[in-house]
């Protein structure tokens, strides 16, 4: 009996300690946390954005009386024109699932959004992302503009370049010219993909604000050292919309 106590001892020593081991092939701190964030990107026709902006403004709250609308933005710069970018938060899959269920079922939304908006609409792009571990999202002080920084990191996760991109990012905040809404990390879509969405109280204001981070040390240092574990970069200017909750 002492022998098979001691195996038995052994045996569940061996499973308590197995995720121990296991715990060094991890890519950086753990979503603990279910709630996650999708980007959506409408591309809408060039002679329909004025027509399905004032459907969405009249139509709005039908669908956010399903989920949270975090922000809605026209894009303003980078890429392609006419184009709309809005965030949505789910709580976790099973409450997006149930969303996407009532929406159907919803026949206001269809009938008043859904259809007349289609014939909009000439391409859609989904994302999916969670909060980066370090990072929370924050409430702007006042209206202002937004910049989505969109960077696409080198494979291996937080664990591999999240420490020296925070440290990129914090540089730019200590200057007080700008400050961080959310940094997100994609978890469906362009994989090692990170979106920074940034406030700043007007594009003149951000420009002025980068002149004079190209010339701080401080800055360079970070950026110099963040850029080692980057691939490419794209930014667009986002101009909130008068039902966005974000302004």
């Given at each position: 009996?002492?022998?098979?106590?001691?195996?038995?001892?052994?045996?569940?020593?061996?499973?308590?300690?197995?995720?121990?081991?296991?715990?060094?092939?991890a890519?950086?701190?753990?979503?603990?946390d279910?709630?996650?964030?999708?980007?959506?990107t409408?591309?809408?026709?060039?002679?329909?954005?004025?027509?399905?902006?004032?459907?969405?403004?009249?139509?709005?709250?039908?669908?956010?009386?399903?989920?949270?609308?975090?922000?809605?933005?026209?894009?303003e710069?980078?890429?392609r024109?006419?184009k709309?970018?809005?965030?949505?938060?789910n709580?976790?899959?099973?409450?997006r699932?149930e969303?996407?269920k009532?929406?159907?079922?919803?026949?206001?939304?269809?009938?008043?959004?859904?259809?007349?908006n289609?014939?909009?609409?000439?391409?859609?792009?989904?994302?999916?992302?969670?909060?980066i571990p370090?990072?929370?999202?924050?409430?702007?002080?006042?209206?202002?503009?937004y910049?989505?920084?969109?960077?696409?990191?080198?494979?291996?996760?937080?664990a591999?370049?999240?420490?020296?991109?925070?440290?990129?990012?914090n540089?730019?905040?200590?200057?007080?010219?700008?400050?961080?809404?959310?940094?997100f990390?994609?978890?469906?879509?362009?994989?090692?993909?990170?979106?920074v969405?940034?406030?700043?109280?007007?594009?003149d204001?951000?420009?002025?604000?980068r002149?004079?981070?190209h010339?701080?040390p401080?800055?360079?240092?970070?950026?110099?050292e963040?850029?080692?574990?980057?691939?490419?970069?794209?930014n667009?200017l986002?101009?909130?919309?008068?039902?966005?909750?974000?302004?």
């Open positions: 009996m002492l022998v098979l106590r001691s195996g038995l001892t052994r045996a569940l020593a061996s499973r308590t300690l197995a995720p121990q081991v296991c715990s060094s092939f890519t950086g701190p753990r979503q603990y279910g709630t996650f964030y999708e980007f959506r409408y591309y809408l026709k060039p002679s329909k954005m004025n027509a399905f902006m004032e459907n969405l403004k009249k139509t709005i709250h039908l669908r956010t009386a399903h989920s949270e609308l975090v922000g809605f933005w026209s894009v710069f980078g890429g024109m006419n709309v970018f809005h965030i949505w938060k709580d976790n899959f099973a409450h699932a969303v996407r009532a929406l159907a079922n919803c026949k206001e939304w269809q009938e008043q959004s859904i259809i007349p289609l014939a909009h609409i000439d391409k859609q792009e989904t994302e999916i992302t969670y909060l370090w990072s929370k999202l924050e409430k702007p002080p006042k209206e202002g503009i910049e989505l920084a969109v960077f696409q990191m080198k494979p291996g996760g937080p591999l370049w999240g420490d020296a991109f925070k440290r990129a990012i540089a730019h905040v200590n200057l007080g010219y700008t400050k961080v809404v959310g940094v990390h994609t978890e469906y879509g362009e994989l090692n993909r990170v979106h969405l940034w406030w700043n109280e007007s594009a204001s951000r420009a002025a604000g002149h004079k981070s010339e701080d401080r800055v360079v240092a970070a950026v110099r963040s850029v080692n574990y980057l691939v490419s970069q794209q667009m986002l101009i909130p919309t008068s039902f966005s909750p974000l302004k």
